[in-house]
T-cell receptor, first 110, second 113 residues
Framework: GQQVMQIPQYQHVQEGEDFTTYCNSS?????IQWYKQRPGGHPVFLIQ?????EVKKQKRLTFQFGEAKKNSSLHITATQTTDVGTYFC??????????FGPGTRLSVLP | KAGVTQTPRYLIKTRGQQVTLSCSPI?????VSWYQQTPGQGLQFLFE???????NKGNFPGRFSGRQFSNSRSEMNVSTLELGDSALYLC????????????FGPGTRLLVL
């Protein structure tokens, strides 16, 4: 079945530093979504990427879809304490499953 | 619009019992998916319903079942509860034509003793 990896598993940064998480798939993807889950909360949809090489920005967040559509990244510029949480990528497994990556847990030290 | 609502928010059951969880999607959303979240396994897809029909199913045993009503509200049922069923159960709804874009409810935290 679909294998989705995310690296790193954990990231601790000082407030103001940049942060990047990567999502890698074993197969070519039709699209990919990113979600954020705050501690004690539920996943919140951030964005969907569809096109090869696509780059989308949301304020300090930059999302990129790889040219081969097998990987994606989420980059946060100048992290703030409000960025704390776990960032998940989600893909569609053609075996008829939605598959979440294991997530990257971000801690931001003030 | 009101978000996805789930009831109950917390539940304690004992092994062997059964449980029914409820989810009301965002108004106008017809697709409802269910997920199990545990520290060890992460977020795992249970099933998806659309227009009262199960459209997709994850790799969970038959003890896990669900249904959807004509108003798009959904329920999931777990029979013969096991300790390992303790988890956060999340429901998500999607707008028509964008089923990958899922809006999650706050979840039901189930503890099986």
């Amino acid at each position: 079945g679909q294998q989705v990896m995310q690296i790193p598993q954990y990231q601790h940064v000082q407030e103001g530093e940049d942060f990047t998480t990567y999502c890698n798939s074993s197969t070519t993807l039709s699209n990919i979504q990113w979600y954020k889950q705050r501690p004690g909360g539920h996943p919140v949809f951030l964005i969907q990427l569809v096109k090869s090489g696509e780059v989308k920005k949301q304020k300090r967040l930059t999302f990129q879809f790889g040219e081969a559509k097998k990987n994606s990244s989420l980059h946060i510029t100048a992290t703030q304490t409000t960025d704390v949480g776990t960032y998940f990528c989600k893909v569609w497994d053609y075996g008829q499953n939605f598959v979440f990556g294991p997530g990257t847990r971000l801690s931001v030290l003030p | 619009k009101a978000g996805v609502t789930q009831t109950p928010r917390y539940l304690i059951k004992t092994r062997g019992q059964q449980v029914t969880l409820s989810c009301s999607p965002i108004s106008g959303h017809r697709s409802v998916s269910w997920y199990q979240q545990t520290p060890g396994q992460g977020l795992q897809f249970l099933f998806e319903y659309f227009s009262e029909t199960q459209r997709n199913k994850g790799n969970f045993p038959g003890r896990f079942s669900g249904r959807q009503f004509s108003n798009s509200r959904s329920e999931m049922n777990v029979s013969t509860l096991e300790l390992g069923d303790s988890a956060l159960y999340l429901c998500a709804s999607s707008p028509l034509g964008s089923e990958e874009t899922q809006y999650f409810g706050p979840g039901t935290r189930l503890l099986v003793l």
